[in-house]
């Protein structure tokens, strides 16, 4: 992965978990520009969506927590996820919902 590593990704989601803060307004305000612009007629489609994208916000920073094995997981979706300065938080997560399955499986 070039660039930043799974660490400096996980600082950033650190970052943004915290209820206040410029990072987590500007995720915020990235969610719903992606929503808005996937549902420009639909307010309620773009307030589902923006409550997946916050939904899979939350679950990537706390199972990054976990561990540096699920810290790679999560830094490796976030890169495949990433959508110009922002990420698609709900597709990070379905991946790595994934890779945790997947990494379970391969280690009982």
């Known amino acids: 992965m070039p660039g930043l590593g799974w660490k400096a990704l996980t600082v950033g989601l650190a970052l943004f978990v915290g ?3 410029a990072s987590a307004q500007n995720y915020r ?11 420009p007629d639909s307010y309620s489609l773009q307030k589902l969506c923006y409550d997946n994208e916050m939904d899979g916000m939350r679950f990537v920073a706390d199972q990054a927590e976990q561990s540096a094995e699920y810290g790679k997981m999560a830094a490796h979706c976030m890169t495949r ?3 110009g300065d922002g990420y698609q938080w709900s597709l990070a ?8 399955d997947a990494y379970k499986a391969l280690n009982p």
Do not use: P, V
């Not at 719903?32 to 996937?38: D, G, I, Q, V």
């Open 19 to 21: 209820i206040s803060g």
């Open 93 to 100: 997560k379905l991946c790595f919902e994934n890779e945790i």
């Open 81 to 83: 996820y990433k959508k």
């Open 29 to 39: 305000d990235q969610a719903k520009a992606l929503c808005a612009s996937r549902y």
